[in-house]
């Protein structure tokens, strides 16, 4: 079956560079400057009226380096170690773009004490897999160097941080190691070389076409890149790595002190060296005005960029701020809030649109009007938004909107206080990266909610307006971008015009404010409520498994993981199985069921009613069933379940839902081939399956003409009388919770007793046609995607499901070695192996990779002498180990997290192996041989087995892998 992504809204902070521009104004010729930032402390609470959490330990080295450390225990007994390196794209010259992401590269390619390429096996074998634990990332202005502990052991933490001492001062930059990363950051930028990174590129060089930013991406520049030598590489290095620049985090459950014994021990000997200033980013010109510009690709969605740039506001982070701040976010959400209402109608007059205010690093700030029209009606969609705005800013905001706001908040932050003790070690790094990066103070979540209280008083309309003014730049004669398949009629000269007209436009309030809160959620009543007839606990992991009389399962589980969290997952039989090859797409509108509201309420009074609690509906088809998932609070969990009850006996089908069901269609068809990945994406279930219509992608109109109407003839039937089983995992009073059900699903009338087998429909083909197969797609000319695929067998097998599992991180690591490793032709080559728990006899095993269309025979040539080398031999102990460590540490950490257990929970009684498999898993991989593995790859990673596909531009000719001289018009436009 093929589904889209879900709607987004669309982004308001300026991001881009090549692109199709129109109508330019001339360049203003002055540009105001911003003052430099204020000296900076060591630690920016030091100058903060906001009292620092204490929980956190602070410490500065002699040398001059830092570090932040938190004994925290979310999830036990594992922990998080980060490196932070004050140097990023902004400090390269124009020679050394690209540089600070190579440098990145090289921290995994040998040092003074690790052998090359023996960082990652060495964490391998702690249990570290490649990618998912053990990272970085280059922005513009730092290097993050990430490791992910999966156990609190001391010497696994020193291990950590001696490979960041590594990275900080010994790194190698031998020649061989040089050549080869190079291609794959080469590949990356390739990879990366998307439409929506075009587009990016395109909107930062049009609205801030003379900061420096804009020509640092920390991609780089292929010529940048293609000169890079070991000694330029490790002369950038060493300028910038070093003490006063690094920032060191240890998060988890380890002794605070100890852990800074540790730090102190590795890193006190690192030799203090100066810190250069960091480059500004800007400049960012205010005065910059009346500037137009189209940008033009098949791909592109039609969205219209409105906006001024204004002086940097150096704004301490202080308790007066935060109350600035309060104030600025609930103006800027409320006129979000009424662009929503519109987007609702049953004939909106845009897709989405949004209002806001970033800051442009420290050299400036933009504010932005941010409008995704419908094709073709911009005009429509332009006038409407302004109108929206200038209403909102010269006659403000409604008591009403403001308590709606409010409300949010206020639960969010009370929430935040309530589960404060429970923080998991991302939520307290993130703090750590705001106080960092930003300036912002760590506070405690309880200090946020009483300064929340006291602010609350002076939280008026007339306070929100004059604090959203006080930020927002006035937009007069914004810069105006468009983006878009087509190009406006009329051109530049029409945008302006347009956008004139709409901002002396003046919508009346009673059309553009969203409906009161008057009155209340009409669903609280769904009959007598239920009788338990069976109540017993798991003997394995003490799951509270309830029956009611009318079929309903409800599987409970408290836990103290993380307190103030309730996590609700409810099942509903149907699902994909109700698809059949007459009626391919019989649920591909499921999970738009919620946006039609409900029967009582439109999706739009809904979000007004619920306002301060935290609750949510949605109905989503999986391969067995519909899943309707939330999280809640142990107050608000009674509202939840009488939402989820509501949704399944009541929905709305409203016509505002189906709009938005077409809109976003026609959007994400249009994008459907814009990228290697998304073409093969829409083509391999056809491939694979000979054309079965349920995995095989339809006709455009076909996805176009689906209706509420149809929906609710397919799944109606299974949503009134599917059986249905509830998991709910957390902070759970289970007594309160047995009643809440009784009241709301254990209330409805009588369910099927049992999940039906659908036996007919659980079979599901693999081709017999072997031959290599072709798709493509219309990006770039020089990017390709290759995958191979094999059927394997279903998981009723549990041990050859590790098996298999096992055989998957080994291809994995050895597709890693040999494509990225030794002959640099992929960034992140791939394997997976899913054997199927739906589908009888089915299951697959495929490895993608990524390359230059040039590279394709080399890449082929490579994966077939890896999988021949694996049939042939034994895979060594090393490897072995390096394959199962990470797999076990997953299965022992899985429940360490209220997520990791709903997923045992949600269906212990209809699916109970899930348990006994997940408790077994370790063991079962434990248990593995080589000889094993061996057997596995013969089976079934066949030559004669394996279905080959590959993504190829439309340029490019497949016998030659060459672009024709005259290229192709996507090509060009992309270049």
Request: charge should be neutral; aromatic fraction near 6%; include cysteine.
């Amino acid at each position: 079956m093929i589904r889209r992504n879900p709607r987004a809204r669309p982004g308001l902070v300026l991001g881009s560079v090549t692109c199709l521009l129109a109508a330019c104004a001339p360049q203003q010729a002055r540009i105001t400057a911003t003052p430099p930032p204020r000296a900076k402390p060591v630690w920016a609470f030091t100058d903060s009226d906001i009292p620092v959490d204490p929980a956190y330990r602070f410490g500065k080295l002699p040398n001059g380096m830092r570090y932040v450390i938190r004994r925290n225990a979310n999830p036990q007994g594992q922990g998080v170690v980060r490196m932070e390196v004050a140097a990023g794209s902004l400090d390269e010259s124009d020679a050394e773009r690209g540089y600070a992401h190579f440098v990145e590269h090289m921290a995994f390619q040998g040092s003074t004490h690790v052998p090359e390429g023996e960082m990652v096996r060495l964490l391998e074998r702690q249990g570290l897999a490649f990618g998912a634990d053990t990272n970085a990332a280059t922005g513009f202005e730092q290097t993050t160097y990430m490791l992910d502990l999966p156990r609190n052991d001391p010497a696994l933490l020193d291990t950590a941080l001696t490979l960041m001492r590594e990275t900080a001062s010994e790194l190698a930059f031998s020649p061989g190691a040089v050549s080869r990363e190079r291609g794959v950051v080469l590949a990356e930028m390739r990879d990366r070389n998307n439409w929506q990174y075009r587009e990016s590129l395109s909107r930062q060089a049009f609205m801030t076409p003379q900061a420096r930013y804009v020509a640092r991406m920390p991609i780089g520049t292929t010529t940048a890149l293609d000169a890079a030598t070991p000694a330029t590489l490790r002369s950038f290095w060493a300028r910038h790595y070093v003490p006063a620049n690094t920032t060191l985090i240890v998060i988890g459950d380890f002794d605070p002190a100890a852990v800074e014994a540790a730090i102190t021990a590795r890193f006190a000997s690192w030799q203090a060296a100066p810190a250069l200033p960091q480059p500004m980013a800007g400049p960012i010109d205010s005065r910059d005005h009346g500037r137009t510009a189209i940008y033009l690709d098949p791909a592109v969605p039609e969205r219209l960029f409105i906006s001024r740039h204004g002086p940097w506001l150096d704004e301490p982070d202080t308790i007066a701020q935060r109350r600035e701040a309060l104030l600025r976010r609930i103006g800027y959400a409320i006129i979000d809030r009424r662009l929503e209402h519109l987007a609702r109608r049953p004939n909106p007059p845009f897709r989405d649109a949004g209002f806001g205010t970033g800051q442009d690093f420290k050299s400036g700030r933009s504010t932005n009007i941010v409008v995704d029209s419908l094709s073709g009606q911009w005009r429509k969609g332009l006038n409407a938004a302004a109108g929206i705005v200038h209403d909102a800013l010269t006659a403000g905001f409604t008591s009403a909107e403001v308590a709606e706001q409010l409300a949010n908040i206020r639960i969010a932050t009370e929430h935040g206080a309530a589960a404060a003790d429970t923080r998991t070690d991302g939520e307290l790094l993130q703090a750590v990266f705001a106080l960092l990066r930003n300036d912002n103070v760590p506070g405690t979540p309880q200090a946020s909610l009483e300064r929340l209280e006291s602010f609350i008083p002076q939280i008026t309309p007339a306070t929100v307006l004059a604090a959203l003014k006080r930020e927002a730049v006035p937009l007069d004669a914004p810069l105006i971008l468009f983006q878009g398949r087509n190009a406006p009629a009329g051109g530049a000269p029409a945008l302006r015009k347009a956008w004139a007209e709409g901002w002396r436009s003046h919508g009346a309030l009673a059309e553009t404010t969203p409906p009161s809160s008057s009155g209340s959620f009409g669903y609280a009543d769904f009959g007598t409520p239920g009788t338990v007839v069976a109540d017993h606990r798991d003997p394995l992991l003490a799951i509270r498994e309830v029956r009611f009389a009318n079929g309903v399962r409800l599987n409970i589980k408290h836990t103290d993981i993380s307190r103030d969290q309730v996590l609700v997952q409810l099942h509903i039989d149907g699902g994909d199985m109700l698809a059949t090859r007459d009626n391919p797409l019989a649920v591909n509108m499921a999970e738009w069921l919620s946006a039609g509201g409900l029967g009582k309420h439109s999706q739009d009074e809904l979000q007004t009613l619920l306002a301060g609690h935290m609750v949510s509906a949605s109905l989503t088809s999986t391969a067995e069933g519909f899943v309707s998932g939330a999280q809640t609070t142990p107050a608000d969990l009674a509202l939840q379940l009488q939402l989820t009850a509501a949704l399944l006996t009541d929905p709305g089908y409203r016509s505002e839902g189906e709009v938005q069901y077409r809109l976003a269609i026609n959007t994400w068809l249009a994008e459907l081939r814009a990228t290697p990945g998304s073409a093969l994406s829409a083509d391999i279930g056809g491939v694979l399956s000979d054309a079965d219509p349920r995995f095989t992608l339809q006709k455009p109109e076909t996805y176009r003409s689906l209706n509420y109407a149809r929906l609710k003839h397919d799944i109606a039937d299974r949503l009134a009388h599917g059986a249905i089983e509830i998991g709910m995992v957390g902070d759970i009073d289970e007594t309160a919770a047995i009643a809440m059900v009784a009241r709301t699903l254990g209330a409805l009338p009588a369910r099927e007793p049992d999940f039906l087998p659908y036996a007919d429909r659980r079979r599901r083909g693999f081709t017999g046609n072997h031959a290599p197969r072709i798709v493509r797609h219309t990006g770039p000319a020089d990017q390709a995607l290759l995958r191979l695929t094999w059927l394997t067998r279903d998981d009723s097998d549990p041990v050859e499901k590790q098996q298999l599992n096992l055989l998957q991180r080994v291809v994995q690591i050895e597709l890693t070695e040999s494509l990225r490793q030794r002959l640099g032709k992929a960034y992140s080559p791939g394997a997976s192996s899913e054997p199927s728990r739906v589908w009888k006899d089915y299951g697959t095993f495929s490895i993608t990779a990524s390359v230059k269309v040039q590279d394709l025979a080399a890449t082929r040539a490579a994966i077939t002498a890896t999988l021949a080398a694996l049939r042939d031999h034994p895979v060594s102990d090393d490897i072995l180990l390096r394959a199962r460590a990470p797999l076990i540490e997953g299965f022992d950490n899985t429940l360490k997290s209220n997520g990791g257990w709903l997923m045992l929970v949600a269906r212990a009684q209809s699916d109970a192996d899930r348990i006994d498999r997940q408790l077994k898993a370790p063991d079962r991989l434990r248990a593995v041989t080589a000889a094993q593995i061996q057997a596995e790859a013969r089976r079934y990673l066949t030559d004669a087995g394996e279905v080959e596909v590959t993504a190829l531009p439309e340029s490019v000719d497949p016998s030659t892998g060459t672009v024709p001289a005259s290229g192709g018009s996507i090509a060009a436009a992309t270049h």
